[in-house]
T-cell receptor
Framework: KQEVTQIPAALSVPEGENLVLNCSFT??????LQWFRQDPGKGLTSLLL?????REQTSGRLNASLDKSSGRSTLYIAASQPGDSATYLC????????????FGTGTQLKVEL | GAVVSQHPSWVICKSGTSVKIECRSL??????MFWYRQFPKQSLMLMAT?????????EQGVEKDKFLINHASLTLSTLTVTSAHPEDSSFYIC??????????FGSGTQLSVL
């Protein structure tokens, strides 16, 4: 059974700092990995999607990397802003698993002025 | 971009009543939709896979008679929480996809059972 873990569970940083969120998964037979943002009481916003054959994806200040063999992904946020405050979730889909996602435990990020 | 609409956004009900949550894909046809549940400070857990025109597939530990799923059309799936109890209070969210690569999520429904 796929298990997805995220470290740290919570993070508080001053505005402008670069930060890294970590995600690990136990079954390396993934089809893709996605990073989502969730604001309190709201749905999910997809940030980045990395196919299993890819090493990284970038969008603006966000960069996600994937090391499938070691079962790890990182989300790098550059020059953090208060508007980045949210919970960040990583999720994996397995090869042959259709679009079923297994979500990580999440990292609650707070960027302070 | 593709949009998935979920209603209601929040609902408060008395214990023993049933609650229906709708999930609509607004600009694409979704043969498969997914229903997730999220308890406070926990991650999303897949409850079931909703298949258009056939029975839903439930994850282990999810009671199919309590969480009724209907996917009568290619754009609508509904989740009915029957005889809701306080322990069913949770955030319920649906997702739908056009392709294997891109999933779109509804805005979620916060259910509070008194």
């Amino acid at each position: 059974k796929q298990e997805v873990t995220q470290i740290p569970a919570a993070l508080s940083v001053p505005e402008g700092e670069n930060l890294v969120l970590n995600c690990s998964f136990t079954d390396s037979a993934i089809y893709n990995l996605q990073w989502f943002r969730q604001d309190p009481g709201k749905g999910l916003t997809s940030l980045l999607l990395i196919q299993s054959s890819q090493r990284e994806q970038t969008s603006g200040r966000l960069n996600a990397s994937l090391d499938k063999s070691s079962g790890r992904s990182t989300l790098y946020i550059a020059a953090s802003q208060p508007g980045d405050s949210a919970t960040y979730l990583c999720a994996v889909s397995l090869t042959g698993g259709g679009n079923k996602l297994t979500f990580g435990t999440g990292t609650q990020l707070k960027v302070e002025l | 971009g593709a949009v998935v609409s979920q209603h209601p956004s929040w609902v408060i009900c008395k214990s023993g009543t049933s609650v229906k949550i709708e999930c609509r894909s607004l600009d694409f046809q979704a043969t498969t939709m997914f229903w997730y549940r999220q308890f406070p400070k926990q991650s999303l857990m897949l409850m079931a896979t909703s298949n258009e025109g056939s029975k839903a597939t439930y994850e282990q530990g999810v009671e199919k008679d309590k969480f009724l799923i209907n996917h009568a059309s290619l754009t609508l799936s509904t989740l009915t929480v029957t005889s809701a109890h306080p322990e069913d209070s949770s955030f319920y969210i649906c997702s739908a996809s056009r392709t294997r690569e891109k999933l779109f999520f509804g805005s979620g429904t916060q259910l509070s059972v008194l």
